[in-house]
């Protein structure tokens, strides 16, 4: 029995390792190449190790911006994600966080029709209303703007809907007690749901600013300027270069500077994230 | 400190339900209510408008001399206690006490003096009020929920079956504390349970209700000697009081549907002859005959509870108990005779089951 165990466990792992080989290798490769000269590259002698110009490159990279199609340093890139990814995020939670306050504890006309209208709009992600989005935007003159950029992902169904599930699993004695304890509706919100929520927000959080920092087909469609670009959409461009060589080792910076926030974000709030997954705090 | 006044008050919910069909009572200054009834009866609905959580349909419900159907929970100045605690969980002990005031912008030393002298009353140690209140015993938290509701003053303290989450030992121990303390503070409360035994030792007050209706109001004891209707009569007293349908023969004497006789005392206006009675004697005021006279009883069961022995069996067809003291002798065999005093046997209507 203890040998079959063993043999299990080894089986087991060697899978998982094998699984963990086939993710991270890429991203090795990715980590490596952005630390070789173009040279290396383009005579296809790239190794499994590191080579001596990372620092060069990444410094070239994040301030002057490549060569060839886009010339905007990748800092300004990471700026303007990072902008709008935390106002897709915040927006959505705050957004999504009030409407289900509202289709919870308040009793007022027309509240299931409200309810079903969000819960429709489930079935109309930004690449469905494309087209009538993008014409708003432009007659807002909101193209190439972080308004632009945010507004039009930030209403989410499915935040509200999380949150309404969580606030109906609230016990209404709990309202009401802050009722008797004389805490109006905003803060009765403030002092008692918001701080119930802070692991579901937590959760919520982490999701939303991945989401909001790998939009690519959005932020392609409405910026035009330069400086106004995300860098998911940066590295695409620093990829297709049509008639000039690909500078590889830039690409591949990038795409490894594209990966560090959200997996910064994931592991520094890894403990909240699991716990709002897992755990209902009441 | 303020009494509490509910005139014909009645509520209907949004979904039709009648849940209270004009209720009146008065609770004194001072006193401690206890509405009791069955589940489903509408204790909690009246409780709650009295909170004001429930609007109220019609009637009117007054707090001293004001009242306070249109007035918000926070400005009725009372304080509540919900049977599940309803503390908030990420706040520690004291800021649950505190909340309540901090909302009423009390400065901060007489909210740290009036929730220190509530720790104190509730035995909750410095320690305790640190914790978040799922670091916390059942007991403990009912603690901090009554906490909660001593620290604001009010004038009026509204419990909703505030012990029922609790074990059936520290179910005890609360009930009394609850009692001290109500004592000692002399502040008027309204408390609801569904538990007999829990309403007769803490009320100064009972209020029985059934279907939405008050049966009956009166001191616990009076309820229990001279109950107005037979749910009264078998929803106060453990084991409840036993029924036996019958007709009036004569003035004092009542042939029971078994055939055999029971005499009761005939009071000033007894019954018309004839009437359909139901009479109800307690498990306690009955005991065996030595002799061939009295009601035949069947033994079917002996309970032993240490303090007694409960016996069951039947009169007729009608179950049937008897409460034995200890040490009192089981009848010999499977049948035997019941001794009823005249002066125990209640006398009910035998179809709207009102007291005779
Ligand atoms: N919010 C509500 N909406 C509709 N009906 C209710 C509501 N709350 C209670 N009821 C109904 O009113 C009646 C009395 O309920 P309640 O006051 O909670 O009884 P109790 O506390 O005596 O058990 C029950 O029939 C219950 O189903
Ligand atoms: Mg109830």
Redesign the pocket.
């Known amino acids: 029995m203890v040998e079959n165990r063993r043999l299990g466990d080894f089986f087991a792992h060697l899978i998982l390792i094998a699984g963990v080989a086939i993710v991270a290798f890429p991203v090795y490769m990715a980590v490596v190449a952005s630390t070789l000269d173009a040279d290396t590259i383009a005579n296809g002698q790239m190794g499994l190790l590191p080579g001596s110009h990372g620092l060069e490159n990444y410094r070239r990279l994040l301030f002057e911006g490549t060569s060839y199609t886009t010339r905007a340093p990748v800092y300004g890139m990471l700026v303007v994600s990072l902008i709008s990814a935390l106002g897709i995020a915040i927006g959505k939670i705050a957004i999504s966080l009030i409407s289900a306050y509202a289709i919870v504890y308040f009793r007022f006309p027309l509240r299931m029709i409200a309810f079903w209208l969000i819960f429709l709009t489930l079935m109309l992600p930004v690449e469905v209303r494309i087209y009538p989005t993008y014409k708003i935007v432009a007659d807002l003159h909101m193209l190439d703007s972080y308004a632009g950029l945010t507004i039009p992902l930030i209403a989410s169904a499915t935040a509200t809907l999380l949150f309404r599930q969580f606030f109906m699993t609230v016990p209404d004695e709990l309202a009401e007690a802050a009722k008797i304890d004389g805490a109006g509706p905003m803060q009765f919100f403030r002092d008692v749901l918001l701080p119930l929520s802070r692991t579901n927000l937590a959760a919520l959080f982490v999701i939303l600013f991945i989401y909001g920092w790998n939009q690519y087909l959005w932020p392609l469609l409405i910026t035009t300027r330069d400086d106004m670009q995300p860098i998911v959409v940066g590295i695409k461009k620093i990829v297709s270069t049509h008639d000039a060589l690909t500078e590889w080792q830039l690409a591949m910076a990038t795409a490894v500077l594209a990966m560090l926030p959200p997996v910064l974000v994931v592991v520094g709030m890894q403990k909240m994230f699991v716990k709002g997954l897992v755990e209902t705090e009441k | 400190m303020a009494g509490v006044l509910l005139d014909n008050v009645a509520k209907i919910y949004p979904g039709g339900v009648n849940a209270v069909r004009g209720v009146s009572f008065a609770v004194p200054d001072g006193g401690l209510c206890v509405l009791v009834g069955p589940s489903g009866c509408g ?2 609905t009246l409780l709650r408008m009295v909170a004001g959580l429930e609007t109220v349909t019609s009637g009117a419900i007054s707090i001293g001399a004001r009242v306070v159907n249109d007035i918000e929970p926070m400005a009725r100045d009372i304080a509540m206690v919900f049977q599940n605690y309803a503390l908030y969980p990420h706040m520690s002990v004291y800021d649950n006490m505190a909340y309540g005031l901090r909302n009423l912008k009390t400065p901060e030393p007489e909210i740290s003096a009036r929730v220190r002298d509530a720790a104190r009353i509730l035995e909750l140690s410095d320690e305790m009020l640190k914790r978040k209140p799922r670091a916390l015993s059942g007991g403990q938290r009912q603690r901090v929920a009554m906490g909660r509701a001593i620290v604001r003053k009010p004038a009026v303290f509204l419990f ?2 505030p012990l029922s989450n609790l074990d059936a030992k520290l179910r005890v121990q609360m009930r009394v504390e609850i009692r001290r303390l109500q004592r000692r503070l002399k502040t008027t409360a309204l408390y ?1 349970t569904h538990d007999q035994l829990e309403a007769m030792t803490l009320a100064d007050m009972l209020v029985v209700m059934n279907a939405g209706r008050v049966e009956q109001v009166g001191a616990p004891l009076e309820l229990y000697e001279r109950p107005a209707t037979t749910f009264v009569a078998g929803f106060l007293g453990s084991p409840p009081m036993n029924f036996l349908n019958g007709k009036i023969e004569a003035q004092g004497l009542a042939r029971m549907e078994n055939g055999e006789a029971l005499a009761y005392d005939a009071g000033h206006f007894g019954p018309p002859i004839g009437a359909d009675i139901i009479a109800g004697v307690r498990p306690e005021r009955t005991s065996f005959a030595a002799g061939e006279d009295g009601l035949a009883f069947k033994l079917e069961l002996v309970e032993e509870l240490g303090l007694g022995r409960l016996v069951h069996g039947r009169v007729g067809a009608a179950p049937y108990a008897v409460a034995l003291p200890p040490g009192a002798p089981l009848p010999p065999g499977e049948t035997a005779r019941l001794a009823i005093a005249a002066g125990d046997v209640h006398l009910f209507d035998g179809k709207s089951g009102v007291r005779l």
């Open positions: 204790k909690s909703d079956e609801v």
